[in-house]
């Protein structure tokens, strides 16, 4: 970058997470703490800067309208996570190409899924690509194609001959598909409200376990010892109730279930938390969750009882890190947000950013 075109940014601040004061600037595109000489421009002298937060569920391409397929459309959506300190979302499955959001430099980093998985009459209809169980390691195949590392599974969900929440796929069926996809380099992500089914996704060597407001202490230990994490979407959870209530007449037992489900939620994110299995925040934005709501999910987290300092790490640096990306390191994207006070200790800070800085440019400035 020449003298003649100063386009180097400033920035100085308190570091997270190593919580130095110190300067740093973004030359093409990349932090660098090395001191810089020629003429740069300041955007912060002080304040606590942090790589942004991270979507850790999130479904870029439909509404309670339906499938969204414009460009435009899908941008609008990322645009409401990117102006709630998002930088980075990994989309738990989509109905539809979203990797348009990936060519824009004004939107949040994107990691795809692909589809989501489900079977017939197992899942929202239209939603995911639908298969039986004897198709599921060729559709985990095909998927694994489209996505960037990631495969979402619908493993749980409604079943009408009991009239409660019950496994979808055999465990033998999810224990090939996951072993197929680990052979493809890619993880699995699975959709799971109840306790049935999380012993199989266990056991089959699951990545992540999306909801898992079932999950229990007696599988603490398998999941500690495989790597397998939690995203409970708090947020998502709220409208338990409200499913449950128009349920209840036709499915009285599962309106019962998710009422259980939802009462101790909080009990069991608090629970799994103490035990050290990892957790990471995500909405489950998409068609009944409005996009933009990840500092609500952070806020419901601090709610469990899980310490406030903890959960700012999972949102950020560790769930970055946790998908493969850079914190504030030496050469590093320069991807970053910086607050007029810590977030760790007061979660209105979130909601009055000094300045976003996405890919090395600024995205957002307060006035």
Request: net charge negative; charged share 25%; aromatic share 6%.
């Amino acid at each position: 970058m020449s003298e003649n075109h100063p386009s180097v940014l400033h920035v100085r601040g308190v570091f997270l997470p190593d919580e130095v004061e110190r300067d740093a600037w973004i030359v093409d595109g990349k932090l660098t703490f090395e001191r810089f000489s020629g003429e740069a421009e300041t955007l912060v002298a002080s304040g606590w800067v942090i790589p942004g937060l991270v979507d850790a569920h999130c479904h870029i391409g439909h509404d309670r309208t339906g499938h969204l397929h414009s460009p435009a459309d899908l941008a609008a959506q990322a645009l409401i996570d990117r102006d709630a300190g998002v930088l980075l979302i990994r989309d738990a499955g989509s109905p539809v190409d979203n990797s348009s959001v990936q060519h824009r430099e004004d939107l949040p980093r994107l990691i795809r899924a692909g589809r989501h998985i489900a079977r017939p009459r197992h899942y929202i209809r239209d939603l995911g690509v639908e298969v039986e169980p004897a198709d599921l390691v060729a559709e985990v195949e095909r998927q694994v194609a489209r996505g960037d590392g990631w495969v979402k599974i619908a493993a749980d969900w409604i079943d009408r001959g009991s009239g409660d929440l019950a496994p979808v796929w055999p465990d033998d069926v999810l224990a090939a598909a996951v072993a197929r996809a680990h052979e493809l380099g890619a993880r699995v992500a699975a959709h799971v409200f109840g306790e049935d089914a999380l012993p199989g996704l266990v056991a089959a060597g699951i990545d992540s376990l999306e909801h898992a407001c079932g999950l229990t202490p007696e599988l603490f230990d398998a999941c500690l010892r495989q790597g397998t994490v939690t995203v409970p979407t708090l947020v998502n959870l709220e409208n338990f109730p409200e499913i449950a209530a128009k349920g209840a007449e036709k499915f009285p037992t599962y309106s019962r279930h998710m009422l259980a489900l939802y009462a101790s939620s909080r009990k069991r994110v608090r629970e799994a938390w103490e035990a050290g299995i990892p957790f990471y925040t995500g909405t489950d934005a998409g068609a009944t969750v409005p996009h933009g709501l990840l500092r609500d999910e952070i806020a419901l987290l601090v709610g469990a009882d899980v310490p406030q300092h903890e959960v700012i790490a999972q949102a950020s640096w560790r769930a970055r890190q946790w998908l493969g990306l850079d914190g504030l390191v030496e050469g590093a994207d320069a991807d970053f947000v910086v607050y007029p006070a810590d977030p760790r200790r007061n979660l209105i800070t979130l909601y009055e950013p000094l300045v976003t800085v996405l890919r090395g440019k600024v995205v957002q400035a307060a006035a």
